[in-house]
């Protein structure tokens, strides 16, 4: 069974990047059939899509974000990374990876991090 | 874009069905047929649990089902359980790699 984790600092503080590392396991992130996505959720509200990248480095991501979001991808080491610049109190959440099984949706999903931005 | 549009709650007794609505533009509901939907136990991972509007992923139970008309998909849970309590999110593609949620459904079995 796939298995997605995800890592990094767990507080970070205001104006600086918050940087996550997802790594898969028990599959290719190679595969043509998949992408790779990064979801995030702040305490007690809903999901937000915040980007997606394909094994050969083609990135997708939320217009409201695209200035700050960098997402890539490290096929040697069957990971994908995000970085988030410039945060503030609002980027407070819980950061998902997930396997996103072409215009399907997201199929396989990390137990999630928490970042808390605050000084 | 915004936010797909979701009631914030339903309720229903066991044995009986519930649905949730979830509304969004001819840019991204009402203009593909990738829509899917996510159950999400209190502090647990999101579980995927229908996509392309009404396609069951392998071991989800045949309770879940969906529809879409115009711009407003719709999930439907049907001799519903105690263990479906939970919150529901919605999702779809909205064109150029770009995904979207809803704002999530609280389901309350009474």
């Known amino acids: 069974q796939l298995q997605l984790q995800e890592s990094g600092p767990g507080l970070v503080k205001p104006s600086e990047t918050l940087s996550l590392t997802c790594t898969v396991s028990?599959?290719?992130?190679?595969?043509?059939?998949?992408?790779w996505g990064w979801i995030r959720q702040p305490p007690g509200k809903g999901l937000e899509w915040i980007g997606s990248?394909?094994?050969?480095?083609?990135?997708y991501y939320k217009p409201s974000l695209k200035s700050r979001v960098t997402i890539s991808v490290d096929t040697s080491k069957n990971q994908v990374s995000l970085n988030l610049t410039s945060v503030t109190a609002a980027d407070t959440a819980v950061y998902y990876c997930?396997?996103?099984?072409?215009?399907?949706?997201?199929?396989?999903w990390g137990q999630g991090t928490l970042v808390t931005v605050s000084s | 874009q915004s936010a797909l549009t979701q009631p914030a709650s339903v309720s229903g007794s066991p044995g009986q069905s519930i649905t949730i609505s979830c509304t969004g533009t001819?840019?991204?509901?009402?203009?593909?047929?990738?829509v899917s939907w996510y159950q999400q136990h209190p502090g647990k991972v999101p579980k995927f649990i229908l996509y392309d509007v009404n396609e069951r992923p392998s071991g989800v139970s045949y309770r879940f089902s969906g529809s879409k008309s115009d711009n407003t998909a719709s999930l439907t849970i049907s001799g519903l359980q105690a263990e479906d309590e939970g919150d529901y999110f919605c999702?779809?593609?909205?064109?150029?790699?770009?995904?979207?949620f809803g704002g999530g459904t609280k389901l309350t079995v009474l």
């Open positions: 999702c779809s593609y909205a064109g150029s790699g770009i995904w979207i």
């Open positions: 001819s840019s991204d509901v009402g203009g593909y047929n990738y």
């Open positions: 990248i394909y094994y050969r480095g083609n990135t």
């Open positions: 997930a396997r996103q099984a072409g215009e399907e949706g997201f199929d396989y």
């Open positions: 028990r599959g290719s992130i190679s595969s043509r059939s998949f992408y």
